[in-house]
């Protein structure tokens, strides 16, 4: 595949760019010519932004009237973009790099956020993606691959879908009055429904958008392949005009950005998709959450140019945290080029992914002076469903894409703490740099509080997961708590109050915010009516001003109680004897698994959890009084 490469200048920004030859005939073999440019001369061009689908190169065309071979995604792309009687100037990176030159793939990956900000638009390829499509059917090294036409047939029914999302939106966008008559129409009828949400819905006015335009305007803005690509969040973020491309149909990228603005928010946020038991949820949240971040990021950028914004690295891996990249490594090296902080990576693609996510945890903790890049990871996931690297030290973050579900599915991410200023159990600092032994080892200091006692794994897969009642029940072996004679030793409160800010984790959401006096006076309330019963109304829960935290907290984390009695909220993954620790730089406590190694005393970070009554500084305080005592603590 080489052969038709020449070497590029590495002083003066030197690529290569491909002219797409003409052909009056769609299935005439694809011929382009491969040519080298300087971005100082501002060359005219097009870029490409595509999945590149299944790693098997089985279409032929002619580079340079040269045989070479092509991904199925990228041939049916040039396919649809080439012109019937002009050339076309593309940026096409399978093309255009050398992919078998490790140096020059070094060093044009650099370039990437040039590349696209000086070319004239930006062609982000939608579909069709034939090689998409087959790869839902399995391995296909299999002898019994689907044939061409059931592969043919499933991406014309996924082009369809796109262009008529295209289509669906250009009718919101432009006002279209029968649409949203028929919109509103819908939110009518839901008025008479039995369904959940949130007080006062009822009586504003939104327009619902029907489930089978639902289900194409989610296919267009959110799960077709190319907003799964890590690549593309840059190349999109970059480039002064894109056009999402479908087959022979066209958005421009301004439209979007015009209906998400803020200045038209009230008309964005008026539109609803349903959900289960008669529920509405926002579109714009539960459609548009990909393309509004890919938005954010454009705005971002301009912000940059403009030395009005520093664009620090963690913000930029977080925001695209939900991207896959089929090298490891990419998660990290395509989006460098939306970092304007001074940072000391280098894309190097001889380094191991293990050593790179080292290298960027420890320059968190070292910029940072804390540690909430460990004790509120997050890209944290439940290693049970599927998550984690066994090849990683355990204080290492992985910062490949394993969310347990998508971050724009409900607003609300799977994380414990998403605002990291309202707690801070331990103190704001760490001695830093940090202290990494040749063996992984991280030395840090911090408070053992406490170990685990039983935690009751098989009883939140049931019911009880679903009722705070049923912790009780379980925890304290009786129907109700006697909130006027227990007390909360860690807070001197009653244990009943306890235990239900506990449950809620002290907050109301979204964003995250601690409760008021007030607040907890009001909840209080209504938990008494919510565990009264063990049927109690649903609309009981929606006037807590904390029933966003109750229902994140019993859909994923598990109450329980140490052994001297403190309550918390913490991860399935928690094991009886597990340890509670606060770590100096750590805002948040965590769970450590302890264990031998060389007959030294050894720890690996498990996740972050709530212990009620040690979220701001009691740790400290008791340390000062002599009840706890700071030790190293050595992370595996």
Partial sequence: MSTIYQSLSLDRQGIRLLRLH?????????????????????????????????????????????????????????RHLRHASSDRVLWVDALCINQTDVAERNYQVTLMKEIYSRCARDLAWLGPNPGGVQSKFGNLSSVEEPGEEIVSKAADELLEQLQAGMRIFRKIYHHDAESLDDM??????????????????????????????????HYLFSSAPLWSRI?????????????????????????IASFLRDDNKPYADA????????????????????????????RIMGDVKEGRYVSKLIDVLARFQYADASDQRDVVYGLLGLVSEKHPLKVDYAKPAQELFTDITRF????????????????????????????LPSWVVDFVNRRRFSVFRSGLESLLFAQRGIFSAGSPNCVVPCNVSQDGLLK???????????????????????HPRKWMQLYFQRELLDEDSEVYQATGEPLYRAFWRT???????????????????ADEKIFRQLIASDTPEPQIQYDLASWLMLSRSMGNWLFTISKTGLLLMTTRQAQEDDVLAILDGGRVPCLLRPFYENNELRYRMVHSVYIHGYMDGKAAIEVEEGRLQKQDIFLA
């Fill in 503 to 521: 449950m809620v984790m002290d907050c109301k959401s979204y964003p995250m915010k601690r409760l008021s006096s007030e607040e907890v006076e």
């Fill in 271 to 298: 539109f609803h998709v349903t959900g289960g038991h008669y529920s509405l949820h926002g579109a714009v949240v539960s459609i548009f959450g990909k393309v509004q971040t890919i938005q954010q990021q454009r």
């Fill in 184 to 217: 509103l129409e819908r939110w009518r009828s839901y008025q008479h429904k039995p369904r959940s949400g949130r007080k006062g819905e009822q009586n504003t006015k939104h327009w619902v958008i029907s489930c089978s335009d639902q289900t194409a305007l």
């Fill in 231 to 255: 690549w593309v969040m840059q190349e999109l973020s970059c480039a002064n005009q894109v056009l999402l491309v479908a087959g022979n149909e066209m958005l421009d990228w301004g439209d």
């Fill in 22 to 78: 003409p052909s009056q005939a769609f299935d005439d073999i694809i011929r382009c010519t491969l040519f080298p440019v300087y971005l100082e001369d501002e060359p005219e061009y097009e870029a490409l932004s595509y999945v590149w689908g299944p790693l098997r190169f089985t279409q032929d065309i002619l580079v340079d009237e040269k045989p070479f071979k092509i991904t199925k995604n990228l041939e049916c792309a040039l």
């Fill in 444 to 466: 840090t200091r911090g408070v053992i509080l406490d170990q685990l006692a039983s935690v009751h794994h098989e009883d939140f897969k049931q019911e009880v997961q679903h």
């Fill in 364 to 391: 968190f903790i070292d910029s940072t002076a804390n540690l909430d890049i460990i004790c509120q990871n997050p890209w944290d996931v439940l290693k049970e469903r599927g998550g984690g690297s066994e090849k």
